[in-house]
């Protein structure tokens, strides 16, 4: 069982930046493949990013990329999601994910263990 608390998350405005963190209970840490995911306010889960269990192969969604980096540290336990140049619509609930998979997937079905989410909201 992987337990993750997300944090970082707050009100900014557009243009700003934004760094979430997620802390990963455990030690098989090192073995899953991350992700993060969002939900827009009224819309569906939505993925934005992906890392694989070596933080190498990064993905993105289309919507973030250029704009968020993925990154992780091993020895911590714990998955980054640095956020730049925010727009209103990065506005959501985004949550990290775990995959038993080492590798980088961007559908949601991949991953078994997700935390409870951080509120983001974007102003104009």
């Known amino acids: 069982q992987v337990q993750l608390v997300e944090s970082g998350g707050g009100l900014v405005q557009a243009g700003d930046a934004l760094e979430l963190s997620c802390v990963a209970s455990?030690?098989?840490?090192?073995?899953?493949?991350m992700g993060w995911f969002r939900q827009p306010p009224g819309k569906e889960r939505e993925f934005a990013a992906a890392?694989?269990?070596?933080?190498?192969?990064?993905s993105y969604a289309d919507s973030v990329k250029g704009r968020f980096t993925i990154f992780r540290d091993n020895a911590k336990n714990t998955l980054y999601l640095q956020m730049n140049s925010l727009k209103p619509e990065d506005t959501g609930v985004y949550y990290c994910a775990a995959s038993r998979g080492g590798g980088t997937y961007s559908r949601d079905s991949a991953y078994t263990y997700w935390g409870q989410g951080t509120q983001v909201t974007v102003s104009s």
């Open positions: 455990g030690p098989t840490f090192p073995n899953y493949g």
């Open positions: 890392v694989s269990s070596s933080g190498r192969a990064p």
